[in-house]
């Protein structure tokens, strides 16, 4: 599951926690309002939730599209890198793991979708 999680997710999520609690810093430097640091606490642990929530979606995904390849033959669009590939079994690609492979091209399998 830790191959899906998206490092630009984990970027964002750190830079709204330092801005957070950066905001938090200049509106009460004596700590005077600890409701208000339970609620940014809040926040902050369900956006770092949110990275493994949207990871395992992610691998979720992939697991439908290699089982629909495998079962029903069906055809995948899948983009790697700001190019498209269209993904058959007509076309000699083969299922590893979470990922198409054909020759030496690897696509992990929940950037694709049915069409």
Known sequence: MFA?????????VMLLILIIYTLYGSLSL???????????HAIAITA????????YNNKEN?????????KNNT???????NNLYRISQKDGW???GLYFIKD????????????
Do not use: H
């Open 4 to 12: 899906f999680i998206d490092l630009d997710m984990i970027k964002a």
């Open 30 to 40: 004596d700590g005077s309002k600890p409701s208000l640091l339970k609620v940014i």
């Open 48 to 55: 770092i939730i949110s990275i493994f929530v949207v990871a």
């Open 62 to 70: 992939a697991q439908e599209n290699t089982n629909a390849f495998a």
């Open 75 to 81: 055809v995948l669009e899948c983009t790697n890198n």
């Open 94 to 96: 083969n299922v590893d």
């Open 104 to 115: 030496s091209l690897m696509i992990r399998a929940d950037m694709c979708e049915q069409r």
